[in-house]
């Protein structure tokens, strides 16, 4: 059974950094291509981060350069670092594995 829990979200005020992780069982991270999405209320839930299975990062214009994705083979998670954060980074983070694993989520506040 695959599972994710992902961990690390809370409040932040801009200009920080915070970061998220996401712990796996049942999938390598060796192996698999892991992403992280972004939900905010009334909008699809979007992508902020991939990391393919190769190990070739990909992130969209709004996270380039903020954001970064990377793993952990020996722990089997992979984390989302967040930097220099706005308002805007606001929303409810989820892991993906696979494309098709997802964890529970977790809430990303930013506001001063």
């Known amino acids: 059974q695959v599972r994710l829990v992902e961990s690390g979200g809370g409040l932040v005020q801009p200009g920080e950094s915070l970061r998220l992780s996401c712990a796996v069982s049942?999938?390598?991270?060796?192996?698999?291509?892991m992403m992280w999405y972004r939900e905010v209320p009334g909008k699809q839930r979007g992508w902020v981060a991939q990391l393919t299975s190769d190990g070739n990062t990909f992130y969209p214009d709004e996270t380039e350069g903020r954001f970064t994705i990377s793993r952990d083979t020996l722990k089997n998670t992979f984390d989302l670092q967040l930097r220099s954060v706005t308002p805007e980074d606001t929303g409810v983070y989820f892991c993906n594995i696979d494309g098709s694993y997802w964890g529970q989520g977790t809430q990303v506040t930013v506001s001063s």
């Open positions: 049942g999938l390598s991270v060796r192996d698999n291509a």
